[in-house]
């Protein structure tokens, strides 16, 4: 039986993926907010790989091209795919794309439900069909599961961390046991190791994504926030689950070690909570880093410079994106090199 392998995040990458925002699901306002934020990560982006779009039609090819243009973006480097979507949180429906045990590469389809039916989600359903259609790769469909790119965190060395809110979630996986779920993820991400968090449900649309909490710098090294912090980014958090952070071991039964990085000094404009710069995304020669014009802007970034010095760290302001519940981690997903 053929098992698949999914890259480290910061290993090569061919390019990029990222869901072009429409008008079609929220509105015409919506759009005009947060194209911005697309635009530089593109800018961002290009310089180092490719960027895969995903417009909603051929009208909304065109449309794009010609913001891309006007932003002086090298359109070499950039190409389309057409398929209508819901949303654009690209992590949660866009392509997984996995290594076959000969280093082909595959697109794993797990189900998508709009986060347990909180959202429309026929469309963005069928973006990995669409994406593996369009670029002649092999589809695993897996029908029976239901997984958000953004609910694991995969170090590329056969450890995962996540949380039991999100992913054994009875509006997920109703009668799915944690053995059950992780025979998913070691056959069709290679995981041979579980770090498991209870999470939260229902203080945020996702049910608490690991992605938002942990994230792997290595696989000896998780970034997450101070305990105080944590507590405060997920209320009604289990407090368990950052001593399981403290004392997580890898899949070599070693311990991580843990980096803290700092949330906004302040609550962010119009929202109750602050700002986490957990939700950053790594390319190939760029860090994209979520900033909120907040003092902690520049203490994330220089973090982040050390944490990568091989790769400039570009900050990108989300403020417009943070308030429909996400960041720039959740909008993008990497594309592995041949």
């Known amino acids: 039986m ?3 392998y999914f890259p480290s995040e910061t290993a090569k990458h061919e ?6 925002p429409h008008r079609f699901t929220y509105g015409r306002a919506y759009q005009n907010e947060i194209t911005p934020i697309w635009v530089a990560m593109t800018k961002a982006l290009v310089n180092g790989e490719n960027v895969h779009i995903i417009a909603y039609d051929v009208k909304e090819q065109k449309r794009i091209t010609t913001r891309l243009t006007q932003a002086k973006i090298p359109m ?6 057409i398929s209508k979507s819901d949303d654009v949180w690209s992590r949660d429906t866009g392509p997984l794309f996995v290594r076959t045990s000969a280093g082909k590469l595959a697109i794993a389809d797990f189900k998508f439900n709009g986060w347990g039916d909180k959202t429309a989600h026929k469309n963005d359903n069928h973006l990995p069909a669409a994406v ?3 670029k002649n790769l092999p589809l695993l469909s897996i029908p029976n599961f239901v997984l958000e790119g953004g609910s694991i965190e995969l170090d590329g060395h056969g450890t995962a961390m996540l949380c039991k809110s999100s992913v054994l ?3 997920r996986n109703p009668g799915i046991s944690q053995a059950k779920a992780e025979t998913y993820l070691t ?3 290679g995981v041979i190791h579980f770090i498991w968090l209870d999470g939260v449900i229902g203080e945020d649309i996702t049910d608490a994504h690991i992605d938002g909490m942990a994230r792997f710098y290595d696989s000896r090294t998780i970034l997450t926030v101070s305990k105080a912090d944590f507590y405060q980014l997920y209320e009604g958090s289990h407090r ?8 997580a071991t890898n899949a070599q039964g070693k311990p991580y070690k843990l980096v803290t990085l700092p949330m906004t000094a302040k609550k962010v404009r119009g929202l109750d909570y602050k700002g986490s710069y957990l939700n950053y995304y790594v390319g190939n020669d760029v860090v994209l880093v979520p900033t909120y014009h907040d003092k902690n802007d520049q203490t994330a970034l220089k973090i982040f410079g050390r944490l990568y010095p091989d790769r400039k760290i570009v900050g990108i302001d989300v403020t417009a994106l943070y308030q429909y519940g996400g960041m720039l981690h959740c909008v993008t997903q990497q594309q592995p090199a041949v």
């Open 2 to 4: 053929e098992h698949y």
């Open 15 to 20: 390019g990029t993926w990222l869901t072009w």
């Open 76 to 81: 070499t480097k950039v190409d389309f795919t």
């Open 132 to 134: 593996a259609k369009a």
């Open 169 to 171: 979630n009875p509006n």
């Open 187 to 189: 056959k069709y991400f």
């Open 240 to 247: 368990q689950d950052y001593t399981k952070l403290q004392t």
